[in-house]
C-alpha cells in the first residue's frame, strides 16, 4: 500500500488515460485490484469499469456470502465466472450476476442437488455449465437445469451415478440449443434418451460404465447434427463404432482412446482416434494438407476456419479430460515414454485454460511413480526434460492465470530431483519468476512458490543463484509479511531459509537481512510443529556456518530465542526436539550463549532429552550428546551436567554403533571426565571399556581421539589409586596410539577454551609418561598451522609456564619419544602462531 | 531517415525502420504527411530520446537475441524514475508502440504488487 501512495504523490498517476489503467488492473491479482481501487476514487471508479468485471476467477480466493455480497453492486454485468469448492458453490447466488453466461466448477463433489438447483434458478442466461466431480447431482437437479436455462448450449458433468431419461429428456424439451453435452465418468446413462437431443453436435460418454451399445448405436445414428463422440474409457466394440461411422453422416471424429476392446480401424473420411501416434495420422485428415506437427499447424491456422477450430477445441478438451484421469492410474508406463508426455506437452501449448490446467496436473501426476511410493520417476522428468517442458511449464508460472501458475509452480520440486532437470530450471529463469510468485498475495501461488524454493534450495548450485536473486531478502519479508498462523507458508519459507544458511556465503546474506530475527520469531510464536522444526533447523545452521562466533553471537542476542530453543527440547515432536537440540549445540560453543542456556534450565532440558535416547532417532541422540559436549565446557557445567544424571545416557550413547553418535557422546564424556566425580561415575557404569572399544575400533578418527583423551582424563592418576587400575593404563597407552598417527584431520575442527588447553600443559606435568605422550599429542594437533582453531590454541599458550612444560618433556630424554618428539613440534608451532599474531 | 521534433524544439534524425516501430508514426508515413519531420507535440526531448534509444535496440533482427533483449529491457526499465516512467507509459500510448506499453505496464505492475 505505502508503494501506491507514493504512486500518487509525484507525477499524477490518477491522469493516466482509462484504458491503461484498465490495462494496469488486468496484470494485477484480486488483492492488488482491490487495494489499488482503494486508493482514490478515480481508480475505485475505474477498478468498477464493467470491462474488469465481465470475467472473474475465483479460484484462488476465499468466498463466502458476505464477500459475494460486497462484490454484487460489481457483478451485474458478470459473465463468466469459474469457482472451485461447495462452500463457494453455495455463495455464488449471493453475487446477483444475473447475467452470468458460463459457468464452472471444480471440486465439485460436495455440491447437492438443491445448490445446482437454487443457481439455476437465478442464472436464467445460463448458456456453458461446467461442474467437475459433480457426484452428488442426480437427474432431478438436471431437469431443474433444463427448465430454468433454456439458453444452455453446453454442459459437462462428471462422476453421476445415473442419468435418467426423464432428465434428458427434459434436456432435450427446454434446451434447444444444447450442442455440446458430456457425462464423464458416470455409471448409468440412459443413452436412448440421449437420441432425442437433436440440437447435440458433440457428445462425450467418456469412462461412463454402464452403456447397452446396442441401444446407443441405433439412436445416436440418428441425431441429425452430431459431429464429435468420445467413448474413450468404455467397453465400446469396433463393430458399434463402424456401425455408427457408417450410418451418420453428420459425425467426423470418434474418440476411442484406452478403450479395452477397440482396435484400430481405417475408415474412410472419418477421424477415429483410437491410440497413439495413429491419432497425428487422423487428425490430418480433418484438414487438407497433411502437416507433420498437427497443433502447431492449427495453432498457426486458428481463426481462419471456425468450423475446424471447433472440432480441434473439442478434440483438445476430450484428449485432455483422457489423459488426465489416466495419469492418475499408475502402471502404462510404455504409454508415457511412448506418447503420452509428448501429448501433455503439446497440450500445455493450448489456447483453453482447462486444457493447460489438466495437461499439467497430469504431467505432476505421472512423474510421481505413484500415490503410495512418492519416489520420481526419473526416466520420464527426463523425457518432459528433452520435450523442453520446462520452458512451457515456466511460461504458464510466467502466465497471469493463477491456478495455472500454482500448478505448474508445484511440479517443480519433483522435477529437481533429476538432477539435469534441477539444472535446466535454474537456467531458464525459474529462480527469478519463483521469487517474484512467492512475494504474490494469493496464498495459493505463493505457498507453491515458496515450496519450491524450499526445494530448489536443497541443491548447491541452487543456492547462490537464489541468494543472488534476492531470494533471502524475499524469504524474510515473507515471514514477517503473513500471519503466524499461515502454517505452510511459513514451513516452507523456513525450509528455506534453513536450507540456505547451510551454505557459508548465504548465511551471511540471511544474516545481513535480518534472518535470524524471522527464525526466532518463528521457533519463538509458531505453533505448529512443521515450522518449529524447520526454524530451529534454520537456527542450528546459522550457528554452524558463516562465521561461527559472529553468528551465534547474533543468534544469541535475539530477545528470547535460546529461551524459545530450549522450550522446543520439550516438544513431544522428534523432529522439533531434534533441530532444537541440533541448535542449542553450534550456540553453545559460544561463552554468552552457554552462559545463557544454563540459566534457562538447559542443562535439565538436555540431560532429561538425553535420558529418552532409547526411543529417539539417531539424528536426535547425536544432536542431544553435541549439545551436552558444549555446555560441559565449564567445571560448574560439567559438575552440573553429572548431578543431573547425564552421564549415564552418554555412556549408553558411546556403545552406538553409529559413528556421529558415538562420537558425540565420546566428546561428552572426554570433558565431564575431568571432574573427579564424574570420572569415577563412568568408571563405575562400565564406561572405560565402551571408551577403549571405541579408541581401537571406531572408524571415526575423531572419535578414537577423543576417547583416548577421555581415557587419559580418567587415569591422571587420580582415579587410578582409587580404582587401583595400573594395567588399564598400559591399554590406554597403546589405544592411544592405535587412535592417532600424526595428524588427525578432524581434531582441527575443536575449539578448545582456556581451561581445556591448561588442563592438557597441566598433564605435561604429572609424572606419567603415558599423560604426558597424549598431553603433547593432544596439542600438536590443536596448534599444527592447518587447524582451523590453532591460532586461538596458540593465543591461550603465550605465558612462559606453557612453554617451560613443553621443554622441560621436550628435553627430558626419560620421557618416551614421542612425547619429546610431539613437545618440540608444539614449541615449533607456537613460535609459528606468535610470528602470525 | 525520418526527422521528428520534439514539443521542446529537439530534433532527432532516425531510420526509418526504427521509427516505423511506432504505429502513430507508421500511419503518418504511409498518409506521406511527413516532409518537413514530424512534430510530436505531446512529447518532450528527453523522453523521446529515451524511446529512439529503446526503439533502436528493439529495431528487428539488430538487438540481439531474445535472451539479450530481455535483459537489456530489464536494465532499461529498472533504471529509470517514476517521473520518466509515467512519461514513457503517456509517450507510448501516443506513438503507439505496444511493446514498450507493455514493458512500461508491467513495471508499474510489479512495482504495485
Not at chain 1, 21 to 30: C, H, I, Q, W
Not at chain 1, 505 to 514: F, I, Y
Not at chain 2, 33 to 55: F, S
Not at chain 2, 66 to 86: A, G, M, P
Request: glycine content about 6%.
Amino acid at each position: 500500500m505505502n508503494r501506491v501512495n507514493s504512486l500518487s504523490d509525484d507525477p499524477n498517476w490518477t491522469s493516466l488515460p482509462k484504458d491503461i489503467v484498465l490495462d494496469l488492473f488486468t496484470r494485477l491479482n484480486y488483492n492488488d485490484r482491490a487495494s489499488l481501487s482503494s486508493t482514490c476514487s478515480t481508480w475505485r471508479s475505474h477498478g468498477s469499469s464493467s470491462f474488469l468485471w465481465s470475467s472473474l476467477d475465483i479460484r484462488a480466493y476465499e468466498f463466502n456470502p458476505s464477500i459475494a455480497a460486497s462484490l454484487a453492486p460489481r457483478c451485474a454485468n458478470l459473465e463468466k465466472l469459474k469457482f472451485r469448492g461447495v462452500e463457494t458453490a453455495d455463495a455464488l447466488i449471493h453475487l446477483k450476476a444475473k447475467n452470468l453466461v458460463e459457468l464452472s466448477g471444480d471440486f465439485c463433489w460436495m455440491i447437492t442437488d438443491a445448490t445446482l438447483s437454487m443457481i439455476a434458478a437465478r442464472h436464467e442466461a445460463l448458456e456453458v455449465l461446467q461442474l467437475g466431480r459433480s457426484e452428488l447431482i442426480t437427474s432431478d437437479a438436471i431437469r431443474v437445469l433444463a427448465i430454468c436455462c433454456p439458453k444452455l448450449r453446453k454442459l459437462h458433468l462428471s462422476r453421476l451415478r445415473d442419468v435418467a431419461s426423464a432428465a434428458i429428456e427434459s434436456l432435450a424439451e427446454h434446451c434447444t440449443q444444447l450442442s455440446d453435452l458430456a457425462f464423464i465418468d458416470c455409471m448409468d446413462i440412459d443413452v436412448e434418451a440421449l437420441g432425442k437431443v437433436s440440437s447435440l453436435r458433440y457428445l462425450s460418454v467418456a469412462g461412463t460404465t454402464i452403456i447397452n451399445w446396442n441401444v446407443a448405436i441405433e439412436s445416436w445414428k440418428k441425431l441429425p447434427k452430431l459431429t464429435g463422440l468420445d467413448v474413450s474409457g468404455t467397453s465400446i466394440y469396433n463393430i458399434d463404432i463402424s456401425k455408427l461411422l457408417e450410418s451418420s453422416k453428420s459425425l467426423e471424429v470418434v474418440c476411442a482412446l484406452h478403450c479395452p476392446f477397440v482396435s484400430y480401424d481405417r475408415v474412410k473420411g472419418k477421424a477415429l482416434l483410437t491410440r497413439f501416434p495413429n491419432i497425428f495420422d487422423e487428425l490430418s485428415s480433418i484438414f487438407d494438407e497433411k502437416p507433420k506437427d498437427i497443433f502447431s499447424y492449427w495453432r498457426s491456422l486458428i481463426g481462419k476456419d471456425k468450423s475446424i477450430d471447433e472440432k480441434m477445441h473439442w478434440i483438445e478438451w476430450s484428449i485432455s479430460l483422457t489423459l488426465q484421469r489416466r495419469a492418475e492410474l499408475e502402471g502404462m508406463d510404455d504409454f508415457w515414454m511412448d506418447h503420452g508426455a509428448k501429448l501433455l506437452l503439446i497440450l500445455l501449448k493450448s489456447s483453453q485454460e482447462d486444457v493447460q490446467e489438466r495437461a499439467v496436473k497430469a504431467l505432476a501426476d505421472i512423474i510421481v511413480i505413484d500415490d503410495e511410493d512418492p519416489r520420481i520417476d526419473l526416466a520420464r522428468v527426463d523425457l518432459v526434460l528433452r520435450g523442453g517442458g520446462i520452458r512451457l511449464l515456466l511460461d504458464l508460472a510466467n502466465s497471469s492465470r493463477e491456478v495455472l501458475q500454482s500448478e505448474a509452480t508445484k511440479t517443480i520440486p519433483n522435477l529437481a530431483a533429476n538432477a539435469e532437470a534441477a539444472k535446466a530450471i535454474a537456467e531458464e529463469g525459474w529462480i527469478n519468476v519463483l521469487i517474484r510468485l512467492a512475494k504474490s498475495t494469493t496464498r495459493l501461488v505463493a505457498v507453491e512458490a515458496i515450496g519450491a524454493l524450499w526445494s530448489l534450495s536443497e541443491r548447491e548450485e541452487c543456492k547462490t543463484a537464489i541468494a543472488q536473486a534476492g531470494g533471502v531478502k524475499a524469504l524474510v519479508e515473507l515471514i514477517f509479511r503473513w500471519k503466524i498462523t499461515s502454517h505452510g507458508i511459513m514451513e516452507r519459507a523456513a525450509g528455506a531459509l534453513a536450507n540456505l544458511a547451510a551454505d557459508d556465503k548465504c548465511s551471511a546474506d540471511v544474516s545481513r537481512v535480518g534472518g535470524v530475527g524471522a527464525l526466532v520469531k518463528l521457533v519463538r510464536d509458531s505453533e505448529y510443529e512443521g515450522v518449529q522444526e524447520q526454524a530451529a533447523r534454520g537456527l542450528a545452521n546459522m550457528a554452524a556456518h558463516g562465521e561461527c562466533n559472529k553468528n551465534n553471537t547474533i543468534v544469541g542476542q535475539v530477545h528470547d530465542a535460546l529461551e524459545a530453543l530450549v522450550k522446543l527440547t520439550k516438544s513431544i515432536h522428534e523432529e522439533v526436539k531434534r533441530e532444537a537440540a541440533g541448535a542449542l549445540w553450534h550456540l553453545s560453543f559460544h561463552e554468552n550463549n552457554r552462559e545463557s542456556i544454563v540459566t534457562l534450565g538447559g542443562i535439565e532440558a538436555l540431560v532429561t532429552l538425553a535420558k529418552s535416547y532409547a526411543t529417539a532417532s539417531t539424528g536426535l541422540q547425536e544432536r542431544v550428546a553435541g549439545a551436552i559436549w558444549g555446555l560441559s565446557v565449564s567445571e560448574a557445567n560439567s559438575i552440573a551436567i553429572g548431578d543431573e544424571g547425564g552421564i549415564p545416557p552418554l555412556v549408553a550413547l558411546a556403545k552406538s554403533e553409529v559413528v556421529n553418535v558415538h562420537e558425540t557422546a565420546a566428546g561428552a564424556l572426554w570433558n565431564l571426565s575431568f571432574y573427579l566425580g564424574n570420572a569415577l561415575e563412568i568408571v563405575e557404569l562400565g564406561g572405560v571399556p565402551t571408551l577403549i572399544q571405541l579408541c581401537s575400533c571406531s572408524p571415526s578418527r575423531m572419535a578414537r581421539f577423543i576417547s583416548a583423551l577421555a581415557l587419559a582424563y580418567i587415569f591422571d592418576g587420580r582415579v587410578e589409586e582409587m580404582v587401583g587400575a595400573r594395567t588399564t593404563s598400559a591399554n590406554v597407552y597403546e589405544c592411544f596410539f592405535l587412535a592417532a598417527k600424526a595428524r588427525i584431520h578432524e581434531a582441527g575442527h575443536i575449539r578448545c577454551s582456556g581451561p581445556e588447553i591448561g588442563r592438557f600443559v597441566t598433564m605435561l606435568r604429572i609424572d606419567c609418561p603415558t599423560l604426558k605422550s597424549c598431553a603433547a599429542f593432544a596439542l600438536f594437533q590443536f596448534t599444527v598451522p592447518k587447524a582451523r582453531h590453532a591460532r586461538h590454541h596458540a593465543s591461550l599458550m603465550q605465558n612462559a609456564e606453557e612453554a617451560i612444560a613443553l621443554k622441560s618433556v621436550a628435553a627430558d630424554t626419560k620421557n618416551p619419544p614421542e612425547a619429546q618428539f610431539f613437545a618440540k613440534f608444539v614449541l615449533r608451532n607456537l613460535v609459528y602462531h606468535a610470528a602470525k599474531l | 531517415m525520418i526527422v521528428l521534433k520534439s514539443s521542446d524544439g529537439e530534433t532527432f534524425e532516425i531510420e526509418e525502420a526504427v521509427a516505423l516501430q511506432s504505429q502513430t508514426i507508421a500511419h503518418m508515413v504511409e498518409d506521406d504527411c511527413v516532409e518537413n519531420g514530424i512534430p510530436l507535440a505531446n512529447v518532450t526531448g528527453e523522453i523521446l530520446a529515451k524511446i529512439i534509444e529503446y526503439c533502436k535496440k528493439h529495431v528487428e533482427g539488430g538487438g540481439g537475441s531474445e535472451e539479450e533483449l530481455k535483459i537489456w529491457d530489464k536494465e532499461f526499465i529498472e533504471n529509470i524514475d517514476q517521473s520518466t516512467l509515467f512519461n514513457l507509459i503517456l509517450a507510448a500510448n501516443y506513438l503507439n508502440i505496444k511493446t514498450l506499453l507493455d514493458l512500461t505496464c508491467q513495471r508499474v505492475a510489479d512495482m504495485i504488487s
